[in-house]
């Protein structure tokens, strides 16, 4: 079985600064892993996903997040914070070789930025 | 280029009511999943479709819960004697079976309100 935990509920960071969600996974298999984003009254969309091959992995709107095996982790971030992007993240993880592939959320981080 | 779709957007029922959700899946992808989440969490997987194939289907879905998905294109969700605490948000999901990683897209998602 494989479960995600994010640690921080809410992180507040100025606008251009640096913004880091944390986000450790458990897998007993290799993972797939996945951080989406969702604006209020929203959907989920996809920022970027780590399959297999180069572990640093560059997303949309100037996002990445880097896979450390050692350290069963997947953090997310960007190196200045813009206003636009106050919403909540979600790290995933999905059983690398899984038929179905059903992801597995954590509960979440909400990002404020602030002025 | 269409996304997932969802309809409706938001659905406010009494206690005891069925309601159903529509969900269209984005045109050739033949996998379609169903999540629920409630406020402050993660989405959870409810369940999963390949095609018009149900292959698996959580704990959380109770009996009175049903989805389909007939002719392996859009799929209804039904929810029978509905319950204050079956009000949450429903997303649904679709992936290409060759889509490495089985990468999910997300639709914008049924808000439901149960009084």
């Known amino acids: 079985a494989q479960s995600v935990t994010q640690l921080g509920s809410h992180v507040s960071v100025s606008e251009g600064a640096l913004v880091l969600l944390r986000c450790n996974y458990s897998?007993?298999?290799?993972?797939?892993l996945f951080w989406y984003v969702q604006y209020p009254n929203q959907g989920l969309q996809l920022l970027l996903k780590y399959t297999t091959g180069a572990t640093l992995v560059k997303g949309i709107n100037g996002f990445e997040a880097e896979f450390k095996k050692s350290e069963t982790s997947f953090h997310l971030t960007k190196p200045s914070a813009h206003m636009s992007d106050a919403a909540e993240y979600f790290c995933a993880v999905a059983l690398w070789g899984g038929t179905a592939s059903k992801l597995t959320f954590g509960t979440g981080t909400r990002l404020q930025v602030t002025l | 280029d269409t996304g997932v779709s969802q309809d409706p957007r938001h659905k406010i029922t009494k206690r005891g009511q069925n309601v159903t959700f529509r969900c269209d899946p984005i045109s050739e992808h033949n996998r379609l999943y169903w999540y629920r989440q409630t406020l402050g969490q993660g989405p959870e997987f409810l369940t999963y479709f390949q095609n018009e194939a149900q292959l698996e289907k959580s704990r959380l879905l109770s009996d009175r819960f049903s989805a389909e998905r007939p002719k392996g294109s859009f799929s209804t969700l039904e929810i029978q004697r509905t319950e204050q605490g079956d009000s949450a948000m429903y997303l649904c999901a679709s992936s290409h079976r060759d889509s490495f990683a089985n990468t999910q897209y997300f639709g914008p998602g049924t808000r439901l309100t149960v009084l």
């Open positions: 897998s007993s298999v290799p993972p797939y």
